[in-house]
Nanobody
Framework: QVQLVESGGGLVQAGGSLRLSCAAS????????VAWFRQAPGKEREFVTAISWSGASTYYADSVKGRFTISRDNAKNTVYLQMNSLKPEDTAVYYCAAAYTIRAADVGSGNLYPYWGQGTQVTVSS
């Protein structure tokens, strides 16, 4: 089993920055891929970004490219999401998810991730 705990959410003005953290425990080292998804009120969950265990492969949704950066510190079993130039449309609950292996073409498919955190709220005011 893998346990994931997100932190770092909050309220920020448009144009501001936040850094989310996803701390993993349990069999975290056996997970190859860690991703961030988000879900806004009344909307479906959407893929944001993902990173491989080595950090060599990263994936981003078009809506966040150039503004968000995913990274990981395997010594701390933690994945980070640096969010810059935040927009009101980035407002959502952000979830961390992990999987042992997923094809690159499928990293955006949330139903392929067996492990999820509880989520952290990000609110961007205009």
């Amino acid at each position: 089993q893998v346990q994931l705990v997100e932190s770092g959410g909050g309220l920020v003005q448009a144009g501001g920055s936040l850094r989310l953290s996803c701390a993993a425990s349990g069999r975290a080292k056996s997970t190859n891929l860690v991703a961030w998804f988000r879900q806004a009120p009344g909307k479906e969950r959407e893929f944001v970004t993902a990173i491989s265990w080595s950090g060599a492969s990263t994936y981003y949704a078009d809506s966040v490219k150039g503004r968000f950066t995913i990274s990981r510190d395997n010594a701390k079993n933690t994945v980070y999401l640096q969010m810059n130039s935040l927009k009101p449309e980035d407002t959502a609950v952000y979830y961390c998810a992990a999987a042992y292996t997923i094809r690159a073409a499928d990293v955006g498919s949330g139903n392929l991730y067996p492990y999820w955190g509880q989520g952290t709220q990000v609110t961007v005011s205009s």
